[in-house]
């Protein structure tokens, strides 16, 4: 699996692992299992049907396959970038530019899969040879899957282990969100991880910023945004 970087709106970066082939491909298996499945109780319900002549046949035909035709569009569309196969995949549709994926990105990704699935499965050997294991349709749509994290401790979300006596710095914190303190957290944590200082170097700025703090009582980044954390988590475990 390749990593996959987004910019969020916050012009923060975080990495998330690209889905693989292997895996959307038996997302796509299951759920083609379930279209099936659908098609064979509908030909063992309505069998009656077939003593009608042929035009009403196609009719009715044509209006009970619409739940297959539109399955991707509809469920990813409600699901916020996932099937039933992807959620038992844990991987998810995202868009690379940080925002949530619109109806017209899925609408795109969906008209796509007449040549990414139905030509020979292009688009499997695509994602295979994609730096960001993209088909066509996410090219096209600017859209990835990413694989969702099964385990989750303390270090993949926002909460930090405070000690009883804790005393909090910069109370100005509050003004931020639990969306940017998860995003600061990802971005220190990598940036930390890889010994990426300019990028502790402009969230430390942008912090100071939006927090609007005037003075800096840290000597380093790494320890003023872990400081910044920490308060936000002292202000805000008890709301």
Do not use: C
């Not at 035009?55 to 039933?84: K, R």
């Not at 499997?124 to 990413?146: N, P």
């Amino acid at each position: 699996m390749s990593e996959l970087q987004i910019n969020t709106t916050q012009n923060v970066k975080i990495k998330f692992t690209a889905a693989g082939a292997g895996e959307r491909l038996l997302a796509f298996i299951i759920d083609t299992a379930i279209k099936v499945g659908y098609l064979l109780v509908l030909n063992w319900t309505f069998g009656a049907f077939e003593n009608m002549d042929e035009w009403s046949q196609i009719a009715i035909n044509t209006v009970l396959s619409f739940p297959v035709m539109f399955y991707t569009l509809a469920l990813e569309s409600l699901l916020e970038g996932q099937t039933i196969g992807k959620r038992a995949l844990k991987i998810k549709v995202v868009k690379i530019d940080g925002y949530q994926a619109s109806l017209a990105d899925y609408v795109v990704r969906w008209f796509f899969r007449i040549v990414d699935v139905y030509i020979f499965g292009l688009g499997f050997f695509v994602i295979m040879f994609s730096k960001k294991q993209q088909r066509l349709g996410d090219m096209a749509a600017g859209t990835a899957v990413i694989a969702l994290k099964d385990k989750v401790n303390i270090s993949h979300t926002i909460l930090e282990n405070l000690k009883a006596d804790y005393k909090p710095t910069y109370p100005n914190v509050i003004k931020l969100s639990d969306n940017d303190a998860r995003i600061i957290k990802d971005t220190f944590t990598v940036a930390r991880t890889s010994k990426d200082y300019q990028t502790l170097i402009k969230l430390r700025n942008k912090l100071v910023e939006v927090v609007g703090i005037k003075t800096v009582k840290q000597k380093t980044d790494i320890e003023f945004i872990d400081v910044i954390l920490k308060d936000y988590n002292y202000y805000t475990q008890d709301m």
